[in-house]
C-alpha cells in the first residue's frame, strides 16, 4: 500500500503556511519553486486543501494560500486524507460469502472478523495522525525556522 | 493507499489452513474453488506464503498447503506482509533539501518531523495486526465452523 507522492507536498506546504504571519499567503507558484514541485500538480493538491477546509485561497496580486484554521486546529489526518481518502486500505469483497465454501448469509450478518481487524489496524493508524497538529510539528523544528521559511517564501516570484 | 485485492485472499486462505486436521493439506485448486478465486494468481500469493515461512507446502496427490506453524503463532501482521511487504505507506523523498527553501544539511541529520509522525502511525497499524493470531481469530467463528470447512474444503476436486 502506498500513499500518492503529494502526500509529502502537502504535508510540507501546509507547515509551511503554518509558519506565515497571520494574513499573508503564498501563491502556487512560491510553494512550488520552495520546494521544486511541478506546478500544475502542486496546485491540484492544493485545491484539494481548499476543497477539505484547511486552506483558504485569495486572488489578486498578493494572493495566494494561508491556513483556514488556527495550525493547532489542523491535525496531520486532515492533510493526508484531504489528498488520499478516507478508505481503508483493506477492501473486504466478502469472499467468505463466494465459492464452495460460501457461509449462509444467517452466518454474516456480523461483519466478518478479518475485515474488523483490519479496520482497527486502520483507526489506530488514523488515531496518530488525529492526534498531531500543525501547531505540535513547529515545536520541532529548529526556533530560527520560521523567521527563515517566511523571508525565504514571501520574496519568491 | 491500498492493499492488494489478494490480502483478503490470503487472510481467509490462512484461517481456513489453521482450521485443517494437524497434518492435512488443501491444494490450490481447493482454496480456489472454495473461495472462486483464479487459480493462477491465488497460486502466486499462497507461494509468497510459503516463502515467508507461515505455509508449507507438500506435493503428491494428498500434497497442499498447511500451516507452518502453531495457528497461535501466526500473526495477522505476517500474513499481510507477506504479500504486500513491510515498508511503510509514506514515502519521504527529502523534499525539505529541495527547492529554493532547501534547509542546510546540518539541519536535516535528524529525520523530517512529518516522516517520524507517518512512521509512528504506519507503527500503530503494524502493532495491531501483530497483536492478532490466527488462533485468536478462530475463536470469533461460529464453533460449528471448522467441521464445515474441513468437510467442504477436503472433498474439493
Same mark, same amino acid.
Given at each position: 500500500?502506498? %500513499?500518492?507522492?503529494?502526500?509529502?507536498?502537502?504535508?510540507?506546504?501546509a507547515t509551511t %503556511?503554518? $509558519?506565515?504571519?497571520?494574513?499573508?499567503?503564498?501563491?502556487t507558484t512560491q510553494l512550488a519553486l520552495y520546494f521544486d514541485l511541478p506546478v500544475p500538480y502542486l496546485a491540484k493538491q492544493l485545491k484539494a486543501l481548499?476543497?477539505?477546509? *484547511?486552506?483558504?485561497? @485569495?486572488?489578486?496580486p498578493r494572493g495566494g494560500f494561508r491556513l483556514a484554521r488556527a495550525a493547532a486546529e489542523i491535525t *496531520? *489526518? $486532515?492533510?493526508?486524507?484531504?489528498v488520499d481518502g478516507t @478508505?481503508?486500505?483493506y477492501e473486504c469483497r466478502?469472499?467468505? $460469502?463466494?465459492?464452495?465454501?460460501?457461509?449462509?448469509?444467517?452466518?454474516c450478518r456480523a461483519p466478518c472478523? %478479518?475485515?474488523?481487524?483490519?479496520?482497527?489496524?486502520? $483507526?489506530?493508524?488514523?488515531?496518530?495522525?488525529?492526534?498531531t497538529t500543525l501547531a505540535d510539528i513547529l515545536t520541532g523544528i529548529p526556533p530560527t525556522a520560521p523567521a527563515r521559511t517566511r523571508h525565504r517564501l514571501t520574496t519568491l516570484t
Open positions: 500500500m502506498k %500513499l500518492p507522492v503529494s502526500t509529502e507536498w502537502v504535508l510540507h506546504c %503556511l503554518a $509558519q506565515l504571519e497571520p494574513g499573508t499567503s503564498a501563491s481548499v476543497k477539505a477546509g *484547511l486552506l483558504s485561497a @485569495s486572488t489578486g *496531520l *489526518l $486532515q492533510v493526508v486524507e484531504a @478508505s481503508s486500505p466478502e469472499i467468505r $460469502q463466494q465459492g464452495r465454501g460460501a457461509l449462509p448469509p444467517e452466518e472478523v %478479518l475485515a474488523v481487524k483490519m479496520a482497527e489496524a486502520h $483507526q489506530a493508524w488514523r488515531r496518530t495522525l488525529a492526534a
